[in-house]
């Protein structure tokens, strides 16, 4: 989550404190506002809701996709600027759930709100790197229903969420290098002994590649550039 709001995603504020012997995870409601006591309750609808999915919908439905939740968020939200903006925001949250290794990106744990004047994206939320992750996330990334977080399908998605191939080519080296920097260090910092870092690298094996060997993205994205001018 620190590492979220350091790249610019839109995320509440949360710390992580000891009480009683207990570590607890607090994060500021965002659905809330004024007296604490008598709040304002924002209208909230997660992604599941607004994908119109049931009860018993399973991993694998074709609705349980990133790339649908942008086509229900361009009837949702109205204004187009805003629009336009949050599409660019759900790209890098993909992304980024991918690099960190966050499998629990379920639909229960996106979704909008409503701020008085119309449905934007919410703040994120949950971001958990998984020590078990393979590089399959919750939501299907891809056109063809695929989870797999890999470099080409994510720069493939983009400009399903109006994100040119260049600049989403751009961010995810960015944050790559970013996490690969700044993961171990900051899991110590909230008191993850030294010895149990080594049990997370799994969840940010993505970040580590492409700090490792940039190329790698360069090479994903070559080909995507091209067909995008042959199809021009």
Not at 7 to 19: A, C, Q, S
Not at 78 to 95: G, N, T, V, Y
Not at 103 to 113: C, F, V
Not at 174 to 180: D, E, G, L, N, R
Request: glycine share 8%; net charge neutral.
């Amino acid at each position: 989550m620190h590492m979220a709001a350091q790249l610019g995603l839109n995320v509440p504020d949360v710390r992580f404190e000891t009480h009683a012997g207990r570590e607890v995870f607090l994060v500021e409601r965002f659905d809330r506002a004024g007296n604490p006591l008598r709040p304002q309750r924002h209208l909230f609808a997660s992604a599941h809701t607004v994908l119109g999915l049931g009860a018993s919908t399973l991993p694998g439905d074709a609705r349980r996709s990133y790339l649908v939740l942008a086509d229900h968020m361009r009837r949702w939200i109205s204004q187009p600027a805003h629009c336009q903006q949050d599409l660019h925001e759900l790209w890098r949250r993909m992304a980024y759930n991918a690099l960190v290794g966050n499998r629990d990106d379920h639909p229960r744990n996106h979704g909008l709100l409503h701020d008085g004047t119309g449905w934007r994206l919410s703040k994120a939320f949950d971001i958990t790197p998984l020590p078990t992750f393979t590089g399959m996330l919750a939501m299907a990334v891809a056109e063809d229903g695929s989870q797999a977080s890999t470099p080409a399908n994510l720069l493939r998605a983009a400009p399903h969420f109006g994100v040119g191939l260049g600049d989403a080519a751009a961010w995810l080296a960015q944050a790559a290098q970013h996490v690969a920097r700044h993961w171990e260090a900051l899991l110590l910092a909230q008191g993850v002994p030294a010895g149990a870092t080594a049990q997370f690298n799994a969840a940010f094996a993505l970040s580590n590649e492409l700090a490792e060997a940039p190329e790698k993205l360069e090479e994903a994205v070559t080909p995507l550039l091209r067909t995008r001018k042959k199809s021009i």
